[in-house]
C-alpha cells in the first residue's frame, strides 16, 4: 500500500511539473493581450496585485484538482466490484506535509505582497501628493455630481481632469451605499452613508468616454433599480485644458 501511495504521488508531481508551466504561459499570454487597459499610477499598483494573484490561483486550481482527477480515474473502482464501500484512512506524511507547507507558504506571501506592499505603495502616494486637485463627488440614486471647490466649479455632472496630476477625490453619497469607480483608473472607493471618504488617483492617459467607455465613472455598488445606468462622462484632458474648462465654467 505504502509503495503504491508513494508511486501515486510521484505521478502526481509530474504531471504538476508538466501542467503548471503550461497554465503559466496561458497566463502570460491572457495579461498581455486580454486584459483591460490601465491609466493611472493606482491602477498600476492594482494590476501588478490581480496579475500576480492570477499566477497563483492559477497554481492552486492545479494543485487542487489534480489529485483528484488523478485518483477519479486511476483507483476508478472496477464496475463488477462486489465489495461493499470501504474508507481508506492511510494518513501519508509527505504528502500531508507538502500540502501544509505548500499552503502556508502562499497565504505567507500573498499577505505580504501583493497585500501590504501594495497597500504601502498606494499610502506612499496619497501621501506624497502635496496640495492635490481637490474634487468633491457626491453619489446619490442614480447620478453623479463633481464639484471642485479651489476652482469654484459646482455641480458639474461631467467629470473633467488634468492628466499626470494626483487627484483626491472626496466621496460621499446623499443617500444609500455607492462606489465611486473609473475603471480604466483601476481602483474604487466605497460611498458610505454618514461617511466621508477619499482617494487619491493620479491618471496618466489623456482619455474621454468617448474613446474608450472604460473611462467613465461607474457606481459599482449595487444601489437600486437604476445602478447600472449610474455613470458619468470622464474627461482626462492636459493641464491647459482642464484650466480652461475650469475658466469657462465659472461664467
Ligand atoms: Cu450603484
Known sequence: MKRNLWRDFINVVIIWAILIPIAQTFVFWSVDHLWPAVASLQGEITKDAITFIYHVTVVVFILVTVPFVYAAIVHRVPLDDKQSAQIHRHAFGPFTLAWLGISIMINTVVFVYPGMVGLEQLWNIAADAKDPLVVDVTGQQWQWSFSYPKQGVMNSRVLEVP?????????????????????IWGIKQALVPGETRSIVITPTEEVTTDQNPLARVQCSWDCGLGHAQMRAVVKVVSDK???AWVANQSF
Open 163 to 183: 492628466v499626470d496630476q494626483p487627484i483626491k477625490f472626496i466621496v460621499k453619497t446623499d443617500d444609500v451605499m455607492h462606489s465611486f469607480w473609473v475603471p
Open 241 to 243: 485644458e482642464f484650466k
